[in-house]
C-alpha cells in the first residue's frame, strides 16, 4: 500500500477525504473574482515535490452552461519535454479519485515513470474542478443517515460560496479541453489511473479528436457500474488470493484465508475489537472497518500476499501486532471512515456519473451471499438518499466511441476494476487493445515489462501490438507469498 495514490478502490473506504495535503507550487491561488477571459494563461517556474517545472492557472467558466458567467481558476504544472526545441505532442496526466493531479505525490510519482518520455514529450497536470488547488469545498457531516443527513446536506449548501452542481466529469472533460487550448496543444496523449480513466474516456467521448492516444490503467467503461459490483469484484479477488494460497505449498500448509476472514467477522460481529493505536489512541474496528481493509490489502498486489499470515493472526486477536507491523496503511484504512470532512466534488460526481450508481434493490439479490456484500448495500443504501438531496448537474454515461489508439491495462486480480469492465471497449473503439496483467491488481503501469510497453505504444503512437503484448504478459509472475515462520 505504500506510494500508492489516491484510487477510487472502495465507495466504502474513500467516503470522506483524508485531510488534504500541501500542493507543492509556490503562491496562492488567484481571487475567483477577478474572472478574466478564457482562454489566456501563463506559467513561471516552481518547483513540484521537488521536481522542476513551470506553474500557473487556467480558467474556466464556474457553470459550462454560462461560459460568460463567473470563472474560476484549476491549477496548471508543466514539466517541459527536456530534450527538443521541437516537442512531441504533450501527456495530460489524470489523477485518481478525489486527488488533484497537480499534488498528492502525482507530479513526482509521473515525473520518475515517464521519465524517458519527458525527454521528447511535455507532461501535463491540471487539478480538476473541486480538488485540492482548485477551488476545493468541504463539509462535515455528510457520512451520517436519516434526518441527520438531510440537515448536513442544508447546513453545507447554504455554507458553500458556489454552486457544487456543476463539479461534474462532464464539466471537467471541458475544463481539461479549455487548459488544452490555453497551453496551445493539439493532439495530446492521455495517462489516467483508476477515476482518471473514467476521466479519460469522458475526454474522449466529448473531445475525441485531440486524443493521439491514451493509455488506461485500472479502469471501467463510463456504463459499468463498478461500484455496484464491487461486492462480486472484490470477492473474486479474494478467492483468487486464497487458490493461490492453497497452490502454495508453504502457504497453504500454514494458512486458510477463507475461513480466518469468516473467523474475523464472526468475532467482530460478536464484540467489535478495541485495538490501542500508537498516536491514535484507541480505535475501535467494526465488521466495516475490517472489510475495508481487506479490500485494501487487495487493492495492492504487494500487500495482497501479505493478507494470508495477517489474516490467521487478526483470527487469534492479534490486531495490535498487526498493526505495529503495518503502522500507517492499516491505520489508514481502519480510520477511513472517521474523517470529518468530505470533498462536496466527490458527492456530485457520485451523484451524476453513471459507473458511481449503486441501486440497493438488485445488490440486495447480487450482493447478499458475499462477505463483502452487506457493507455495500449500507453505502448504497447511503448514496441513495444522498442523492435524493445532492444538487448535481449531468455526469458522463453512455459508450465511447473513437478511432484513436487505447491502451486497457486491467489487474487480473484487481478488486475494483477487473478486465471484465472493460471487455466491451473494442465494440465501440476499434483500435483499443485490452492487456490483462497476471496477478496484478489496481495500479499495474509499473509492472514488469508494462512500463517500457506502454511508453513506447505513446511514442509511436499507433494501435498496440498485440502479439508484443502478449509476449509480455507470458513474462508476468503473480508476487510471490513470504515465506511463512
Not at 491540471?126 to 443527513?149: K, N
Not at 490555453?182 to 467521448?205: E, P, T
Not at 471487455?423 to 495500479?443: E, K, R
Request: with cysteine; aromatic share 8%; proline share 9%.
Amino acid at each position: 500500500m505504500a506510494g500508492r495514490r489516491l484510487t477510487r478502490t472502495a465507495p466504502w473506504l474513500w467516503l470522506a477525504v483524508i485531510a488534504l495535503a500541501a500542493a507543492g507550487c509556490a503562491g496562492t491561488s488567484p481571487s475567483p473574482s477577478a474572472s478574466p477571459s478564457l482562454p489566456k494563461t501563463t506559467l513561471t517556474a516552481c518547483t513540484v515535490e521537488g521536481v522542476p517545472a513551470d506553474c500557473g492557472y487556467v480558467w474556466v467558466p464556474q457553470d459550462w452552461a454560462y461560459p460568460a458567467g463567473p470563472k474560476m481558476p484549476l491549477r496548471v504544472v508543466v514539466l517541459p519535454a527536456r530534450g527538443t526545441v521541437h516537442p512531441a505532442p504533450p501527456l495530460f496526466y489524470l489523477a485518481g479519485w478525489g486527488a488533484p493531479a497537480t499534488g498528492f505525490g502525482n507530479v513526482s510519482w509521473a515525473a520518475q515513470v515517464f521519465q524517458t518520455l519527458n525527454e521528447t514529450s511535455d507532461i501535463v497536470f491540471v487539478a480538476q474542478r473541486g480538488t485540492q488547488d482548485s477551488w476545493p469545498e468541504t463539509c462535515p457531516g455528510l457520512m451520517t443517515t436519516g434526518p441527520a443527513l438531510r440537515a448536513a446536506v442544508s447546513r453545507c449548501l447554504a455554507s458553500v460560496n458556489r454552486d457544487p452542481r456543476h463539479d461534474t466529469t462532464a464539466s471537467a472533460a471541458r475544463d481539461l479541453d479549455q487548459a488544452r487550448k490555453a497551453l496551445g496543444y493539439d493532439k495530446i496523449n492521455l495517462y489516467g489511473g483508476s477515476y482518471g480513466v473514467s476521466m479519460g474516456l469522458a475526454y474522449l467521448q466529448a473531445f475525441g479528436q485531440h486524443v493521439r492516444t491514451a493509455v488506461f490503467d485500472s479502469g471501467s467503461l463510463l456504463d459499468v457500474p463498478l461500484w455496484q459490483l464491487s461486492p462480486l469484484h472484490t470477492q473474486q479477488a479474494f478467492d483468487q488470493m486464497a487458490a493461490r494460497c492453497a497452490a502454495t505449498p508453504a502457504c497453504g500448509r500454514s494458512y486458510h484465508p477463507a475461513a480466518d476472514l469468516a473467523t474475523v467477522i464472526s468475532q467482530l460481529q460478536a464484540h467489535p475489537a478495541r485495538v490501542a493505536v500508537a498516536g491514535s489512541g484507541t480505535v475501535t474496528v467494526t465488521v466495516s472497518a475490517f472489510l475495508n481493509l481487506v479490500e485494501e490489502y487487495l487493492s495492492s498486489a504487494d500487500t495482497a500476499v501479505l493478507l494470508p499470515a495477517d489474516l490467521h493472526a487478526l483470527a487469534r486477536g492479534q490486531w495490535e501486532a498487526v498493526i505495529r507491523a503495518r503502522q500507517s496503511d492499516v491505520v489508514a484504512a481502519i480510520l477511513a471512515g472517521n474523517a470529518v470532512e468530505t470533498q462536496l466534488q466527490e458527492m456530485t460526481i457520485r451523484c451524476g456519473d453513471a459507473w458511481a450508481a449503486m441501486n440497493p434493490a438488485p445488490m440486495s439479490q447480487e450482493a447478499g451471499s458475499f462477505p463483502f456484500g452487506p457493507m455495500s448495500l449500507d453505502v448504497a443504501a447511503w448514496q441513495q438518499h444522498l442523492c435524493m438531496l445532492w444538487p448535481h448537474d449531468p455526469g458522463v454515461s453512455g459508450v465511447v466511441r473513437s478511432s484513436a489508439p487505447v491502451l486497457f491495462l486491467n489487474g487480473a486480480a484487481d478488486p475494483a476494476d477487473p478486465p471484465a469492465n472493460v471487455a466491451a471497449a473494442p465494440q465501440t473503439m476499434p483500435n483499443a487493445l485490452l492487456v490483462s496483467v497476471p496477478g496484478g491488481a489496481h495500479g499495474v503501469l509499473a509492472t514488469g515489462c508494462v512500463l517500457p510497453q506502454a511508453i513506447a505504444f505513446i511514442q509511436v503512437g499507433v494501435p498496440a501490438s498485440r502479439s508484443a503484448w502478449a509476449a509480455c504478459t507470458r513474462t508476468i509472475q503473480p508476487l510471490p507469498f513470504p515465506a511463512a515462520p
